[in-house]
């Protein structure tokens, strides 16, 4: 009964899509969509829990979760629930601002959950081929979310094309990566080419070691593409700050994590055959230049939304050096980066949308005093922003301490301390960004904007934001037991050294 609820999974969002797309309006469309992803949570949930107990199999191991599948589904759902939720009032005002209609919202909705779909088949794909197309099927989804759901704007449509453009001739070189792998597969002697990542990790330190090295520089290249890893990352800019705010929560938080799962994935089978000098130099060089890129960037940004997507660039970064440095400290701490990460940036792209909503303009310049002028915007801008920046008490300081002491314990005192400069430079400019947006103004800061939440969607996306900075706050402070340990099972998953 456990294996097939992958299955049930799998539909509740797709019969979710399906009833929103027939919406008759949008309160209809956004109660269904709250109710899937409710029950999405639900079921889900005894999946994760069998995940950590025990692998679970379907279909002669085309579907397989084990621990780390259960990690990222978790981020995956919660996170869903959290977007479906705060997209109801969010497009309740983009209704009323003539922005778009019952037709872009039926559509907006039933693309949110197919989306979410695709990202979970990511996370319970064993075959190496249905992953890739999996990740594939994510870049189709988001770029009609992003250009063609709700705006139809011209520079969203373009950052659309630049997206798909850019991200399916990367994850064309992962697929080049997993052709390799295959044709590794046949030279230990087990009759014909495999595919399941269970058999090829089973057989991996048989594996040809230049082959895979081979197939690890497209794959790193291909997935590094869709992760947002510099130089590679050229898509992401234009993407998350012309998409929707829930859907750039969506891209940043969860999107961009499923593309480095395909790695870490693939880690797995290359680093006992090729070793880990090889998978862990090439990750800490594509992490490192994505600091540097992002830092620069983040310094001369104009744009908030564009800041914050720079800055998921940094945190991706941070996740590749950290499995770039390898060792159950490091790959903990890359682990609960990307759970951290995944809570801080969706709390910063729904404040964002607020502001700007209430602004009308995503200009860094045009905005100020939003702590005068609506203070519990304000408070919450103010822990995503610290968060982000890596200052404690915060959750991200937590797993940036955890890499920074890994890197240390390993004698890569180089990295350290480029590490601790280039971290220092996004603090600076996240801080010196935000600080003007939040203080700024000085007496001519505006008084209270009407901002009077009557509606029950309104109240229901600011109750999203006050949860997401209680867990930024208290996992800050205090990890329980049960996520530490499932953290740890997942790590041992990747662990090779």
Not at 443 to 468: H, K, N, Q, S
């Amino acid at each position: 009964m456990n294996n097939f609820m992958i299955i049930y999974v799998l539909a509740i969002p797709v019969l979710t899509a399906f009833i929103c797309y027939f919406a008759p309006r949008h309160s209809v469309a956004a109660s269904v969509s709250a109710a899937g992803s409710l029950l999405l949570v639900i079921v889900s949930s005894m999946l994760v829990v069998s995940s950590f107990s025990g692998s679970v199999m379907l279909f002669s191991g085309m579907l397989f979760m084990d621990s780390l599948s259960g990690y990222m589904m978790s981020i995956i759902v919660l996170l869903g629930l959290a977007s479906s939720l705060y997209s109801a009032g969010y497009l309740k005002h983009e209704l009323h601002a003539g922005l778009t209609n019952i037709k872009g919202i039926r559509r907006y909705y039933a693309l949110l959950h197919v989306f979410i779909f695709t990202m979970l088949l990511v996370t319970v794909s064993n075959n190496l081929a249905l992953m890739w197309i999996a990740i594939e099927a994510t870049t189709l989804i988001s770029a009609l979310l992003i250009g063609l759901g709700v705006y139809k704007r011209e520079l969203a449509i373009e950052a659309a094309w630049k997206y798909i453009i850019l991200c399916s001739v990367g994850i064309t070189f992962a697929l080049l990566g997993i052709f390799i792998t295959y044709y590794a597969s046949f030279g230990i002697n087990i009759g014909n080419g495999i595919l399941n990542w269970t058999e090829l990790k089973q057989f991996a330190p048989r594996l040809n070691p230049a082959t895979m090295k081979l197939a690890f520089i497209f794959i790193i290249i291909g997935y590094g593409t869709k992760a947002g890893l510099a130089p590679l990352h050229n898509w992401l800019p234009d993407a998350h700050s012309q998409a929707p705010s829930p859907i750039s929560a969506l891209l940043s938080g969860i999107l961009l994590n499923t593309a480095f799962y395909g790695i870490l994935r693939f880690l797995a089978i290359v680093e006992p055959s090729t070793g880990h000098q090889f998978t862990g130099g090439m990750l800490i060089f594509f992490g490192m230049a994505s600091m540097i890129i992002s830092s620069v960037f983040i310094l001369v940004q104009k744009n908030y939304k564009r800041l914050l997507a720079y800055s998921s660039i940094e945190h991706m970064g941070i996740i590749s050096i950290a499995a770039g440095i390898g060792g159950p400290a490091a790959l903990y701490g890359a682990l609960l980066h990307v759970l951290n990460h995944a809570v801080a940036k969706p709390l910063m792209f729904f404040a964002s949308g607020r502001i700007q909503s209430r602004y009308g303009t995503a200009r860094i310049e045009s905005v100020c005093g939003v702590l005068k002028a609506m203070p519990m915007l304000g408070y919450i801008t103010f822990i995503g922003v610290f968060a982000l920046a890596g200052s404690p008490p915060f959750n991200i300081f937590l797993s940036k301490f955890s890499i920074l002491k890994a890197a240390a314990d390993t004698g890569l005192w180089t990295l350290t301390a480029m590490f601790l400069v280039f971290s220092a430079v996004v603090f600076y400019g996240m801080v010196m960004s935000f600080s003007r947006m939040l203080f700024g103004c000085g007496d001519e800061a505006p008084e209270d904007i009407d901002t009077a939440e009557t509606d029950f969607w309104d109240r229901l996306g600011t109750g999203v934001m006050i949860c997401l900075a209680v867990i930024v706050v208290v996992t800050g402070l205090w990890l329980p037991d049960f996520l530490n340990n499932a953290i740890k099972a997942c790590a041992a998953v990747i662990g090779v050294m």
